[in-house]
């Protein structure tokens, strides 16, 4: 994986495909063979969109040929990549949780956000903050 993800919305080409990809989400995690697989990008067929789970594609870096759109960018998209691309690294060469990772990347990003380090979570990550074993 190289510094930075792509973002969302980039169409590209991968090697093993003839159509181009959209890319909607990041971090797809399988097992294979027992061993836990993370793919950097999850993607659907970008003449097609979505149609059925069956369509989805799960596929890394290296399996890119080409990019024929970049996807949108910003700030905080900026931010948000930098921030994915930590946890990926961590999540490749750690044995902390997944939730563990998020906190200790997010303070750094969001030192002096916790509330919108919140919402971050439970938005793109799905994790809400428990208190008494009630979600908020």
């Known amino acids: 994986m190289k510094e930075k993800l792509l973002p969302l919305g980039t169409v590209v080409k991968l090697k093993n495909k003839e159509r181009m990809v959209n890319i ?8 294979e063979n027992k061993s836990l697989k993370i793919n950097e990008y999850t ?13 989805i594609l ?14 949108y960018i910003n700030q905080g998209t900026k931010k948000i990549l930098e921030m994915l691309h930590e946890i990926y690294k961590e999540m490749t060469t750690n044995s902390n949780t997944l939730e563990t ?5 997010g ?4 030192k002096d956000d916790t509330e919108g380090f919140e919402k971050l979570k439970e938005k793109y990550f799905n994790i809400k903050e428990v208190d008494s074993g009630v979600n908020k």
Do not use: L
Not at 24 to 30: C, L, V
């Open 101 to 105: 990772i998020i906190d200790k990347i």
């Open 43 to 55: 993607g659907i067929d970008y003449a097609k969109g979505f149609k059925k789970d069956s369509e």
């Open 107 to 110: 303070q750094k990003y969001y």
């Open 58 to 71: 799960y596929f890394d870096e290296n399996e890119i040929e080409n990019i024929y759109f970049m996807g």
């Open 24 to 31: 909607i989400g990041y971090f797809h995690n399988t097992y």
